[in-house]
């Protein structure tokens, strides 16, 4: 695969408005694995081979279990989430998938008793993000496999 053009060297500001949106979303309170898990999810469903590389080093780095990455993909069969990861990740699916789903009545419930209103929104936030993030990467077809993590990153100067 070859890429076909970087958005963000010829358009500054996508780079850096998509930025900002990461920074909060980042910083929005809610717990930073989760938000990985929702990142690396959404991924997986766009099938965005970029995001995914990114995001499995980014919980790998925050002390994500090979395990819990390995089951992602089939999280409902498996034992290894919480309840409130659980809801995240129907959640994720069912916004992700917008335009079939229409976020159901009932993954919103579960998802609601789970998170306060204003996490809930944050966490909408993240998930509209993460798409986002993904198209771009998709359409432009980023190359996967260059990304290094924060930790990683001090890792490489130590």
């Not at 995001?55 to 409130?84: F, I």
Request: glycine residues 2%; aromatic residues 8%.
């Amino acid at each position: 695969m070859e890429p076909r053009l970087n958005p963000y060297k010829l358009s500054p500001k996508i780079y850096e408005t998509m930025s900002a949106l990461q920074a909060y979303v980042d910083s929005c309170g809610l717990e930073r694995p989760l938000l990985e898990l929702v990142k690396l999810r959404a991924s997986q469903i766009n099938g965005c081979a970029y995001c995914i590389d990114m995001h499995t080093k980014d919980a790998r780095a925050l002390g994500e279990t090979e395990q819990r990455l390995y089951l992602l993909n089939a999280w409902r069969e498996s034992p290894v989430y919480t309840e409130r990861e659980r809801a995240a990740l129907e959640y994720t699916e069912a916004v992700t998938l917008v335009a079939d789903t229409n976020v159901p009545d009932d993954v919103y419930e579960i998802a609601a008793r789970q998170f306060k209103p204003n996490e809930l929104a944050n966490l909408t936030l993240a998930i509209a993000t993460i798409n986002s993030w993904n198209r771009l990467s998709i359409a432009f077809r980023a190359v996967p496999g260059s990304y290094k993590s924060n930790l990683q990153r001090l890792e490489a100067k130590a």
